[in-house]
């Protein structure tokens, strides 16, 4: 472990939220806390609840890929929402965390981006993703499940090993700031964003959360090759949809709207 263990009381003390992190459970090792979420959101919890975990031994990430979750050096962290909306609007969601994230770590001093569909970088690397998960009846949301794993005083040699080639584009915040960072404060900062961003999205809707979201976008106007179902193309993102699907331009011409992929920057 590095620093202190994560306690909910540690978190609470820097919550100011009304709604999000009322309830605040800390665990241990979990298998997910998107999943161990998702079976207290179908119990009725209530909206704000939140599941943090010093590890996870069945964590994943986007396509069900294997999200790196070794205990006691990172943010494991679901929050659930029940916003009335239609399962359509759904998209929007990822980019309410992915906005909460750049803030709290912009908040350490590290500048942060976003490169769709959602992945937190720092020095053009990746430190945290979003994984958003939802339960749908006939054409309603019934709930959404805002899961982020952030890379905080994890050992890069450790993280680079367990991702493979894809190490490469990964990093932690303590590597970028030269510093272990204190995982409660960072979780209650994170959490107190989420709040932020979702009363914008009350107030303002949900093009003002696409806004911010392009402003820290890496991806508009670049080059890029996609791929995706095993097939691939080379374009230009154009930018992001109502729906939070990307926009590209391939070489040909032709427009392309996907709802998920796999993007390569080339420029
Ligand atoms: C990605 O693929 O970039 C998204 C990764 C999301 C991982 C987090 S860790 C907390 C929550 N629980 C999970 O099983 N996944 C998300």
Same mark, same amino acid.
């Given at each position: +472990?590095?620093?202190?263990?994560l306690s909910a009381e540690a978190i609470g003390r820097g919550?100011?939220?009304?709604?999000?992190?009322?309830?605040l459970?800390v @665990?241990?090792?979990?298998?997910?806390?998107?999943?161990?979420?998702?079976? =207290?959101?179908?119990?009725?919890?209530?909206? /704000?609840?939140?599941?943090?975990?010093?590890?996870?031994?069945?964590?994943?990430? *986007?396509?069900?890929?294997?999200?790196?979750?070794?205990?006691?050096?990172?943010? #494991?962290?679901?929050? $659930? =929402?029940?916003?009335? =909306?239609?399962?359509?609007?759904?998209?929007?969601?990822?980019? +309410?965390?992915?906005?909460?994230?750049?803030?709290?770590?912009?908040? !350490?001093?590290?500048?942060?981006?976003?490169?769709?569909?959602?992945?937190?970088?720092?020095?053009?690397?990746?430190?945290?993703?979003?994984?958003?998960?939802?339960?749908?009846?006939?054409?309603?949301?019934? #709930?959404?499940?805002?899961?982020?794993?952030?890379?905080?005083?994890?050992?890069?040699?450790?993280?680079?090993?367990? !991702?493979?080639?894809?190490?490469?584009?990964?990093?932690?915040?303590?590597?970028? =700031?030269?510093?272990?960072?204190?995982?409660n404060?960072?979780?209650?900062?994170?959490?107190?964003?989420?709040?932020?961003?979702?009363?914008?999205? *009350?107030?303002?809707?949900?093009?003002? !959360?696409?806004?911010?979201?392009?402003? *820290?976008?890496? !991806?508009?106007?670049?080059?890029?090759?996609?791929?995706?179902?095993?097939?691939?193309?080379?374009?230009?993102?154009?930018?992001?949809? @109502?729906? /939070?699907?990307?926009?590209?331009?391939?070489? $040909?011409?032709?427009?392309?709207?996907?709802?998920?992929?796999?993007?390569?920057?080339?420029?």
């Open positions: +472990m590095t620093g202190a263990a919550l100011r939220t009304a709604v999000i992190g009322r309830p459970r @665990e241990g090792e979990v298998d997910s806390t998107n999943a161990r979420l998702r079976a =207290l959101a179908r119990d009725g919890a209530a909206e /704000g609840t939140v599941v943090i975990a010093e590890g996870q031994t069945a964590g994943h990430g *986007r396509r069900g890929q294997a999200w790196f979750s070794p205990p006691g050096v990172n943010l #494991y962290a679901s929050v $659930l =929402l029940r916003p009335r =909306l239609a399962a359509r609007e759904l998209g929007v969601f990822s980019f +309410m965390a992915s906005l909460a994230l750049t803030d709290a770590i912009a908040a !350490l001093g590290l500048p942060a981006s976003i490169k769709w569909p959602n992945d937190v970088l720092v020095d053009g690397k990746k430190v945290a993703g979003t994984l958003v998960e939802s339960g749908v009846r006939g054409e309603t949301v019934d #709930y959404v499940i805002l899961g982020v794993g952030v890379n905080i005083n994890v050992d890069l040699p450790a993280l680079h090993e367990a !991702l493979g080639p894809a190490g490469a584009f990964a990093t932690s915040l303590a590597a970028a =700031l030269g510093r272990p960072v204190d995982r404060a960072f979780a209650a900062s994170y959490l107190n964003r989420l709040e932020h961003w979702l009363q914008v999205w *009350r107030k303002e809707g949900p093009a003002a !959360l696409r806004r911010a979201w392009a402003d *820290r976008d890496i !991806l508009t106007g670049r080059r890029v090759e996609v791929r995706r179902d095993g097939a691939g193309f080379e374009g230009r993102v154009a930018g992001v949809d @109502e729906q /939070g699907s990307l926009v590209v331009d391939d070489t $040909l011409g032709r427009r392309h709207t996907l709802a998920s992929a796999e993007i390569r920057l080339q420029d």
